[in-house]
């Protein structure tokens, strides 16, 4: 096989904010598997990988390095400062997503229990209860955000629960958690500076009120569970709780109000498929794997840092370099899935890179996956014939690296 190397970075437009975003990935893969490339509104140069395989190759290799120390050699290369790109490791402590090898699989095993399969059906009566609620609301309207108005409070109000963050302190928080994600928002950085803060705050007080003596799975909330962690003698220090908590927070709500978000979108659009689901909720499962596969809210997996010269799919890569995974690019693979632009609810799941892949793969998928799926079977039991307001144009993506759907306008019939 040749073996190239791209000097001048190939321009590519911003994906996030298209309706269909698809037919770029694909026009762009055609280009080749692996290429270098630059948002047309600027960010850094990066290799997009758009092919199954190579992603797996890149996603489970100690090369492509997410460490402090990897992405900021690559910062200095291009000239970029750090402080414009805290989720790049930033100053802040030891995370999961800012972390390789050994260091990474000490923090991964601390909190690994937290999101396990069993704990998070343990939260299923609570998001019904929620669900229940917000659906009675839209009950008595006839005109819907079902952003605002449905899928947010999920996403949020479930991670805010789960971390134990008090009621009376949610709908600032709310406010900050939205802001610090919007990054053409004038005060981004000082509301990801206040949720910082809050969350400080709110780490010292947990760890001044845990019960040290009761067992992980019996805390009341996950930031408690966290203060009494133990993996072979080791815990969480201070620090790495707070880093941890931002990095839940931040991974855990826009992603889900994204595929919820998503999910009522495609639902609208292909009304075949909306109709078998109606008529054997059975699918819900597959038709929420469909939806991560087809146009799911993580796009592209974080940045990482190659820590060596290395060779991906022919393309020669140099240290230093970014690297980015295109997964809806490689969700869309032929190989793996014939017919793949067809929206089908009815595919086996046979693993998308949706949730990524590898030692970083997402941690919460099981507590995404469950609130989805409570939501999406409350949400058509109630409103078989929602319909969006307009034509698909009434919706106004979030403007976050995440594909959100900011404000979608709907009608009950
Ligand atoms: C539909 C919803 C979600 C999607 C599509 C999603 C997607 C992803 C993806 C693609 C990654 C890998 C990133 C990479 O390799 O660069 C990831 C990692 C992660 N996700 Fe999610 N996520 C979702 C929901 C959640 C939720 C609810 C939580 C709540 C705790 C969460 C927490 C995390 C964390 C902590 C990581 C880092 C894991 C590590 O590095 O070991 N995510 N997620």
């Given at each position: 096989?040749?073996?190239t190397?791209?000097?001048?970075?190939?321009?590519?437009?911003?994906?996030?904010a298209?309706?269909?975003?698809?037919?770029?990935?694909?026009?762009?893969?055609?280009?080749?598997?692996?290429?270098?490339?630059?948002?047309?509104?600027?960010?850094?140069?990066?290799?997009?990988?758009l092919?199954?395989?190579l992603?797996?190759?890149?996603l489970?290799?100690?090369?492509?390095?997410k460490?402090?120390?990897?992405m900021?050699?690559?910062l200095?290369?291009?000239?970029?400062?750090?402080?414009?790109?805290?989720?790049?490791g930033?100053?802040?402590?030891p995370?999961?997503?800012?972390t390789?090898?050994?260091?990474?699989?000490?923090?991964?095993?601390?909190?690994?229990?937290?999101?396990?399969?069993?704990?998070?059906?343990?939260?299923?009566?609570?998001?019904?209860?929620?669900v229940?609620?917000?659906?009675?609301?839209?009950?008595?309207?006839?005109?819907w955000?079902l952003?605002?108005?449905f899928?947010?409070?999920?996403?949020?109000t479930?991670?805010?629960?789960?971390?134990g963050?008090p009621?009376?302190?949610?709908?600032n928080?709310?406010?900050?958690?939205t802001?610090s994600?919007?990054?053409?928002?004038?005060?981004q950085?000082?509301?990801?500076?206040r949720l910082?803060?809050y969350l400080?705050?709110?780490?010292?007080a947990k760890?001044?009120?845990v019960?040290?003596a009761?067992p992980m799975?019996?805390?009341?909330?996950?930031?408690?569970?966290?203060?009494v962690a133990r993996?072979?003698?080791?815990?969480?220090?201070?620090?790495?709780?707070?880093?941890?908590?931002?990095?839940?927070l931040?991974?855990?709500?826009?992603?889900?109000?994204g595929?919820?978000?998503s999910?009522?979108?495609l639902?609208?659009?292909?009304?075949?498929?909306?109709?078998?689901l109606?008529?054997?909720?059975d699918?819900?499962?597959?038709?929420?794997?469909?939806?991560?596969r087809?146009?799911?809210?993580v796009h592209q997996?974080?940045?990482?840092?190659?820590?060596?010269?290395?060779?991906?799919?022919?393309v020669?890569?140099?240290?230093?370099?970014?690297?980015?995974?295109?997964?809806?690019?490689?969700?869309?693979?032929?190989?793996r899935?014939?017919d793949p632009?067809?929206?089908?609810i009815?595919?086996k799941?046979?693993?998308?890179?949706?949730?990524?892949y590898?030692?970083?793969?997402?941690l919460?998928?099981?507590?995404?996956?469950?609130?989805?799926?409570v939501?999406?079977t409350k949400?058509?039991?109630a409103?078989?014939?929602y319909?969006?307001?307009?034509?698909?144009g009434?919706?106004?993506?979030?403007?976050?690296v995440?594909r959100?759907?900011?404000?979608?306008?709907?009608?009950?019939?």
């Open positions: 096989m040749n073996t190397t791209a000097h001048t970075p190939r321009i590519v437009p911003d994906y996030e298209m309706l269909d975003p698809a037919p770029g990935y694909r026009e762009l893969a055609t280009e080749g598997a692996v290429q270098l490339v630059r948002r047309v509104n600027g960010g850094l140069a990066h290799y997009a990988v092919d199954y395989k992603a797996q190759e890149a489970r290799s100690p090369v492509f390095s460490t402090s120390e990897a900021h050699f690559a200095r290369l291009q000239d970029a400062d750090p402080a414009n790109y805290p989720i790049s930033g100053a802040g402590a995370n999961l997503l800012n390789d090898g050994a260091d990474h699989a000490r923090l991964r095993n601390l909190v690994n229990m937290t999101f396990s399969p069993r704990r998070v059906q343990q939260l299923r009566g609570r998001v019904e209860a929620l229940d609620r917000l659906i009675a609301d839209l009950q008595e309207q006839t005109d955000d952003v605002g108005q899928a947010y409070p999920v996403g949020l479930m991670i805010c629960d789960i971390l963050v009621q009376g302190d949610r709908d928080f709310r406010h900050w958690a802001q994600m919007r990054i053409t928002a004038p005060d950085k000082e509301n990801a500076g910082k803060g400080v705050d709110l780490v010292q760890r001044a009120q019960d040290m009761l799975d019996e805390q009341p909330d996950v930031l408690s569970a966290l203060c993996d072979g003698g080791e815990s969480l220090d201070a620090d790495e709780l707070i880093s941890m908590s931002f990095l839940m931040i991974a855990g709500h826009e992603t889900t109000v595929l919820i978000g999910a009522l979108i639902l609208d659009r292909f009304r075949d498929q909306r109709a078998m109606l008529a054997d909720p699918l819900m499962r597959g038709a929420i794997e469909e939806v991560l087809y146009d799911g809210p997996t974080t940045m990482r840092a190659t820590n060596a010269d290395v060779e991906l799919g022919g020669r890569i140099p240290r230093g370099s970014f690297v980015h995974v295109y997964t809806m690019a490689c969700n869309r693979d032929p190989e899935w014939p632009d067809r929206f089908d009815t595919r799941p046979i693993g998308s890179l949706a949730f990524g590898g030692p970083h793969m997402c919460g998928l099981h507590l995404a996956r469950l609130e989805a799926e939501a999406l949400f058509l039991h409103f078989p014939d319909r969006l307001a307009g034509t698909g009434d919706i106004e993506w979030a403007g976050t995440i959100a759907a900011a404000v979608i306008r709907a009608v009950p019939r």
